[in-house]
């Protein structure tokens, strides 16, 4: 069992900068790749980044490519994800979630946890 806490969104002008946290409680965080999807108003959740175990694997979806940024502490049991050059279109509730395979996948299906979401909020 994995329960995940986003913090760090808030509002932004575009070009700006936020780092985003996901706290997660229990022993076996290490053991799960994580991801981050958003959701805007009016629209599907979609991935954003995703991270393995290790940290050694990133992916990213074409959109924030080069502009965000996923990292992980397994010792503080924590993931990240550093946004920046930030645009309106970015604004949305963001999530982070824990997959506990091992192999690479994009789709909100797979993954098993999720937290609260931490809405960003960017004005042109």
């Known amino acids: 069992q994995v329960q995940l806490v986003e913090s760090g969104g808030g509002l932004v002008q575009a070009g700006g900068s936020l780092r985003l946290s996901c706290a997660a409680s229990?022993?076996?965080?290490?053991?799960?790749?994580m991801g981050w999807f958003r959701q805007a108003p009016g629209k599907e959740r979609e991935f954003v980044a995703r991270i393995s175990w290790s940290g050694s694997g990133t992916y990213y979806a074409d959109s924030v490519k080069g502009r965000f940024t996923i990292s992980r502490d397994n010792a503080k049991n924590t993931v990240y994800l550093q946004m920046n050059s930030l645009q309106p279109e970015d604004t949305a509730v963001y999530y982070c979630?824990?997959?506990?395979?091992?192999?690479?996948?994009?789709?909100?299906?797979?993954?098993?946890?999720w937290g609260q979401g931490t809405q960003v909020t960017v004005s042109s």
């Open positions: 229990g022993h076996t965080f290490s053991r799960y790749a």
């Open positions: 979630a824990a997959d506990a395979s091992v192999a690479v996948r994009f789709s909100e299906a797979y993954y098993e946890y």
